[in-house]
């Protein structure tokens, strides 16, 4: 069975420090790897996605995600942190090989709340 | 949050009591999906639809029923036998592309009991 795991339910990084938030994932064939930000009492915000061609994923915000297959990696990445980016992040994985049965629904990590300190 | 409509926002439930969340889009969406946010816990599939008059259930569709009438409208009926129903609920839709494509998310309703 799929899964996705955000190791850690907090980051603290300082303001203009580089951030990274972690996620590692489990599907049987290639994944589709997206995250997305969440702002208190708001929807989710989609931020980028890897599908296949080049690991390194540019999204929105000058964030930014590394695939890494041998690891089973897909960390979001920030060269210098804003206090705005103050939220909580969720990854999430679909199994290519499984679409369009109940396998190749999308799953989410619990979360990771970002804290970015002035 | 743009083009996915939820309402209302904040929603509460007497003892026994069915009540409907709200989904409308107007991106022209093919798919739509309903979502429960605990804390802590992620987003849990309940429902989800891939054509009008179609839908599928999800991992926790127990005490939830769902209707599609129309492309652009997906609501999610919270029945007296969700007993514990109090969450954020989150629709989203997307193309189907797939399994390439990106969902994306109205604002929620917050669903508490009394």
């Known amino acids: 069975a799929q899964s996705v795991a955000q190791p850690e339910d907090q980051v603290n990084v300082a303001e203009g420090n580089p951030l990274t938030v972690k996620c590692t994932y489990s599907?049987?064939?290639?994944?589709?790897l997206f995250w997305y930000v969440q702002y208190p009492n708001r929807g989710l915000q989609f931020l980028l996605k890897?599908?296949?061609?080049?690991?390194l994923v540019k999204g929105s915000y000058g964030f930014e995600a590394e695939f890494n297959k041998s690891q089973t990696s897909f960390h979001l990445k920030k060269p210098s942190a804003l206090v705005s980016d103050s939220a909580l992040y969720f990854c999430?994985?679909?199994?290519?090989?499984?679409?369009?049965?109940?396998?190749?629904?999308?799953?989410f990590g619990k979360g990771t709340k970002l804290s970015v300190k002035p | 949050d743009g083009g996915i409509t939820q309402s209302p926002k904040y929603l509460f439930r007497k003892e026994g009591q069915n009540v409907t969340l709200s989904c409308e889009q107007n991106?022209?969406?093919?798919?739509m999906y309903w979502y429960r946010q605990d804390p802590g816990q992620g987003l849990r599939l309940i429902y989800y639809?891939?054509?009008?008059?179609?839908?599928q259930k999800g991992d926790i569709a127990e005490g939830y029923s769902v209707s599609r009438e129309k492309k652009e409208s997906f609501p999610l009926t919270v029945t007296s036998a969700q007993k514990n129903p109090t969450a954020f609920y989150l629709c989203?839709?997307?193309?189907?592309?797939?399994?390439?494509?990106?969902?994306?998310f109205g604002p929620g309703t917050r669903l508490l009991v009394l």
């Open positions: 991106l022209n969406h093919d798919a």
């Open positions: 989203a839709s997307s193309n189907l592309a797939g399994g390439q494509e990106t969902q994306y």
């Open positions: 999430a994985v679909r199994d290519a090989e499984n679409y369009g049965g109940s396998q190749g629904n999308l799953i």
């Open positions: 890897y599908i296949t061609g080049d690991n």
């Open positions: 639809s891939q054509i009008v008059n179609d839908f």
């Open positions: 599907v049987s064939g290639n994944p589709y």
